[in-house]
């Protein structure tokens, strides 16, 4: 693992660029063709995609970005909601000289990812849809609720908060790539205590205006090629997922050019924290068949 994350660090350069008034921070891996944009959920972070980066440089250009109010960004009060990701997305392409590129998404990511397709259609090649891109539902958001709360929380110590976190649904599955992620997720105080680099108030104004948008209005524009994976072991490693079995064929056949692939034995968190992310050969698959 040590030897994994170091060749990781060898060839990732992170870095910092001004959109829209605000610093959005994130990871390149360079690569020859692409460019692909990744975004992680709506409580995670650019680490999200280190390992599925990695596997596609330098095949690929990669860029992970950690949205406002998330990780190493700037954490503003207000700007919040699919408009204002996604045109914090098109102003760091703009002002990274890239016209069009392949989006992948995460969880909010995804739906993020969707509702730029719909807007700027000419700028997405396509798209890759994790485990996300619709709407939530009451019981998805009741199960997140504990995760969620963490944003907000001290914890005394590092190894504290890895404890705590330990105990939650969602992470029963940890593997040293899931920790990693975690520990990348917080600052360090001087005191010693940990806290998330997450601000709760942009999560909490995230989530308002998820709850409450239609997003499927926006499904029927996608008109570029659409890959969804879909985690078989659900949201914490149960039968409670994103979108269920009925739930996810529906949500398919809402876009023009989509196709599933659903992933064994991993759940909405381990399915990309992993050492070894089995989303990996089906965007590699999905990406080749689209000549990107």
Known sequence: MQAQTMAIAERQQTSTVRVNGIRLAYSEWPGERGPII??????????????????????????????????????????????????DVLAFA?????????????SFGATVAVYTASIRPKRIRV????????????????????????????????????????????????????????????NIL????VRSKVSSEALERDLDVHFYYSMCVHFPTVTCPTLFIRPGNGLLGDRTHILDEREAAAFVAWFPNCQRV???????YTMVHHDNPPVIPPIQTFLSEQQI
């Not at 280190?50 to 990669?62: G, K």
């Not at 703009?94 to 995460?106: K, P």
């Not at 907000?152 to 939650?168: H, K, N, V």
């Not at 001087?190 to 205590?193: C, K």
């Open 38 to 87: 990744c975004l992680p959920s709506v409580g995670g972070h650019k680490g999200t995609f280190n390992h599925i980066a990695q596997s596609l440089a330098p095949r690929y250009r990669v860029l992970a970005l950690d949205l406002r109010g998330r990780g190493d960004s700037d954490k503003p009060a207000e700007g919040y909601g699919f408009a204002y990701h996604a045109r």
């Open 94 to 106: 703009d002002a990274l000289g890239i016209d069009s590129f392949a989006f992948i998404g995460h």
């Open 127 to 186: 798209i890759v849809l994790i485990d996300g891109g619709c709407d939530p539902n009451e019981e998805v958001l009741e199960a997140m609720r504990p995760m969620l709360r963490r944003m907000g929380m001290a914890f005394p110590s590092m190894d504290e908060y890895l404890a705590a976190m330990r105990t939650l649904p969602f992470f029963r599955e940890w593997n040293p790539t899931l920790e990693q992620y975690l520990r990348d997720d917080v």
């Open 190 to 193: 001087p005191d010693g205590s």
């Open 262 to 268: 659903d992933v064994p034995g991993v759940n909405h």
